[in-house]
């Protein structure tokens, strides 16, 4: 019988001083499960945008959270996860362009809402828009992409995405 080992490994702590950690501590640094905890990194701004309920000032500060999470989240996924997908495979090439296309989507509700504040008509919906497009996405990447980063790269491959992630995101 084998025993599994999880490794400890230092993650870095965020500005809010939250620490982003694999979704499966027996993972390590995956890519694909770091990716995943970057979904689950923006849902949390998301509840605490929910949580403000009509507070100006904390939906405020919850909206500059999910920019500052949403715009790590595009940039790893630009820079790192879309190029090792292509570099593996040629078969994804049109949910790459898709998903692409709904971070461009993201980028623009995000540069809507920077010039907006809460008390503006059509600001709660414009993040609820935000929060619906961004849920879209991540359940996009977590059934079709992470499978086939899984599927495509051997552990140490994953490892070191993983750690390229976590590099980017500290």
């Known amino acids: 019988m084998t025993e599994a080992h999880a490794t400890t490994i230092p993650f870095p702590r965020q ?18 499960r770091m990716l995943v905890a970057l979904h689950e990194r923006v849902e949390r701004q998301f509840d605490a945008y929910e949580a403000a309920e009509g507070g100006h000032a904390a939906q405020h500060q919850a909206v500059g959270a999910i920019t500052r999470a949403l715009a790590t989240h595009v940039a790893v996924e630009d820079e790192l996860l879309y190029p090792t997908v292509r570099a593996h495979t040629g078969r994804h090439d049109g949910e790459v362009a898709r998903q692409l296309q709904q971070d461009h989507l993201l980028d623009l509700l995000l540069v809507e809402l920077g010039g907006m504040v809460p008390s503006d008509r059509g600001y709660d919906a414009k993040v609820r828009v935000l929060m619906q497009v961004f849920r879209q996405h991540a359940r996009d990447a977590e059934q079709l992409l992470v499978p086939e980063l899984r599927r495509r790269l051997g552990p140490a ?3 070191l995405l993983g750690q390229r992630l976590l590099e980017r995101v500290g």
């Open 157 to 159: 491959e994953r490892e």
């Open 15 to 32: 500005r809010d001083g939250s620490v982003l950690v694999p979704v499966d501590v027996d993972a390590a640094v995956d890519g694909a």
